[in-house]
């Protein structure tokens, strides 16, 4: 799978937007974007994913850049349970047929001021 | 409901010993996974299960065993031979092959101190 560029951290006040960056200028055709958050002592937990098209759901948006090399997660109104590590993770799901094993980096570290 | 569960939540051993992290889903999922995470990094594949009866080495098997006798449990063994085991370990699944699934659920996971 190819590789992702995040920023190690960031913080971000209550109740307003998050945007987390992340790079991924090898990606091939076939990679979905998906991102995870993991909260502390915790299990990750699947957030959203995207192939081309920008996402929504009940947790975020997933906006994806048109050449598909960076794509950013929106947290549209923070909350204190959002404290969490953000995974962007890149997965093939035509040459890694069998394998459904994902690759996760360090993340971002997200913190949320009060 | 339906998820994972993962036993003990914290576990200590001493050097030397084997010691088996358990982990069950009731969510009929065909396909179990266990990862490693050190404090600060992200997670590492350990072994990978997509059937009953049939798993596969991830990227950091040498020290770790796995069995798949039922598809509802994936217990983990750490053996003697790993050199370094104090981690925290998350035991995943996903729905089958066929359906090509987005979504891992993950376990809450345990950890593991060797004293």
């Known amino acids: 799978d190819a590789k992702t560029t995040q920023p190690n951290s960031m913080e971000s006040n209550e109740e307003e937007p998050v945007h987390l960056p992340c790079n991924h200028s090898t990606i091939s055709g076939t990679d979905y974007i998906h991102w995870y958050r993991q909260l502390p002592s915790q299990g990750p937990e699947y957030v959203i994913h995207g192939l081309t098209s920008n996402v929504n759901n009940r947790m975020a948006s997933l906006a994806i850049a048109e050449d598909r090399k960076s794509s950013t997660l929106i947290l549209h109104r923070a909350t204190l349970r959002d404290a969490a590590v953000y995974y962007c993770i890149l997965r093939d799901f035509i040459s890694n047929f069998g394998n459904e094993k994902l690759t996760f980096g360090t993340g971002t570290r997200l913190t949320i001021i009060p | 409901d339906g998820g994972i569960t993962q036993s003990p939540k914290y576990l200590f051993r001493k050097e030397g010993q084997n010691v088996t992290l358990s982990c069950e889903q009731n969510?009929?999922?065909?396909?179990m996974y266990w990862y490693r995470q050190d404090p600060g990094q992200g997670l590492r594949l350990i072994y990978y299960?997509?059937?009953?009866?049939?798993?596969q080495k991830g990227d950091i098997a040498e020290g770790y065993s796995v069995s798949r006798e039922k598809k509802e449990s994936f217990p983990l063994t750490v053996t003697s031979a790993q050199k370094n085991p104090t981690a925290f370990y998350l035991c995943?699944?996903?729905?089958?092959?066929?359906?090509?699934?987005?979504?891992?659920?993950f376990g809450p996971g345990t950890r593991l101190t060797v004293l």
């Open positions: 995943a699944s996903t729905l089958g092959l066929a359906e090509r699934p987005h979504e891992q659920f």
């Open positions: 969510l009929n999922h065909d396909a």
């Open positions: 299960s997509q059937i009953v009866n049939d798993f």
